[in-house]
């Protein structure tokens, strides 16, 4: 969940309500809600307007990193890439061996990716792809949906795993 006041992402959102409106913030936005303020005695005198101000700004810069790297990141490699690739390679009658010298790369670098045990970076992707003849990358919507190439396996897990 996202907190309302601070943009930070946190397990659990508490309602609390800032001058009549309610909003779910996180644990470290929660004590600017009125409820805290009625019961701190006479110390504090409630939420300060420029620290909620300061808070708002850093949601604020969040939402739009978030936004640059959700673009940035809107293809991303396929979960069973290992297979894939395999598959395209004894397609083709190559051997690991062969692959992987075609690729530049080691054999047993090879053998972990295939085995989904590693994952090879952005480069060495495409080097794959083109030396296969095969897509490794899949688009990722943001918006909830899917964009029907993933087959709807986006999870909240996979947010929270690539954040
Ligand atoms: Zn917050």
């Known amino acids: 969940m996202i907190c309302e006041m601070c943009g930070k992402e946190v397990p ?3 309602p609390v309500f800032i001058d009549k409106t309610k909003l779910n913030l996180c644990g470290a936005c929660a004590k600017f809600g009125d409820e805290q303020r009625e019961s701190k005695g006479t110390a504090q ?3 300060s307007a420029q620290a909620i101000e300061n808070r708002l700004q850093n949601r604020e810069r969040r ?3 978030r936004d640059i790297y959700s673009q940035k990141d809107s293809r991303h490699l396929r979960d069973d890439y290992g ?3 395999k598959a395209a390679r004894l397609d083709k009658g190559m051997s690991q061996e062969d692959f992987a010298a075609s690729i ?7 053998s972990k990716i295939e085995a989904n045990n590693m994952i090879p970076e952005d480069k060495l992707v495409s080097r794959m792809e083109k ?3 095969i897509s490794l990358m899949e688009n990722v919507t943001y918006s909830g949906g899917t964009s029907g190439s993933s087959g709807g396996k ?3 897990q ?3 795993r690539r954040e």
């Not at 530049?104 to 090879?110: E, S």
């Open 12 to 14: 659990a959102t508490k």
């Open 45 to 47: 005198k409630g939420p």
């Open 63 to 65: 939402m739009q990193t």
């Open 83 to 85: 297979d894939v690739i």
């Open 104 to 110: 530049g790369i080691k054999k047993g670098m090879l």
């Open 131 to 133: 030396a296969l003849g």
């Open 154 to 156: 986006m999870t909240l």
């Open 158 to 160: 996979d947010f929270i």
